[in-house]
């Protein structure tokens, strides 16, 4: 995948400069048709084609490749910026902060029931 996406990157330079941000490079690079061009790319290479495999992992494919290309163009920083947009854990600790749930809480106090007379 490295390979390949160095590839469509020194390629299509032009053209992707004109994306400043990692949302919209995603936005134009989704309508590249770019898990398909990797599968024949990959093939022409002696990669056995696997449709099933490729399907059932396409997201996974697709962030890979999106991933590097923004990384070739924007950096590392906006690389990162892309891969925690869809992190569980990352979004899980945003949404902990943001609630200001981030520092420990003292137990509540709990009732007591005082059998003795």
Do not use: C, H
Not at 48 to 62: G, V, Y
Not at 63 to 71: F, R
């Amino acid at each position: 995948i490295i390979r390949y996406t160095f590839d469509y990157t020194d390629q299509n330079r032009s053209t992707l400069q004109k994306y400043d941000t990692p949302e919209k490079m995603e936005a134009y690079l989704k309508g590249q048709n770019l898990l398909n061009k990797f599968a024949a790319w990959a093939e022409k290479k002696g990669l056995k084609r696997r449709n099933n495999l490729m399907m059932k992992s396409r997201r996974l494919f697709e962030m890979s490749l999106y991933g590097n290309i923004i990384y070739n163009m924007l950096g590392m920083e906006a690389y990162v910026e892309y891969l925690n947009e869809s992190d569980k854990t990352v979004l899980k600790a945003v949404e902990i902060l943001e609630k200001g749930e981030s520092f420990p809480q003292a137990p509540a106090p709990q009732a007591t029931t005082d059998n003795k007379k």
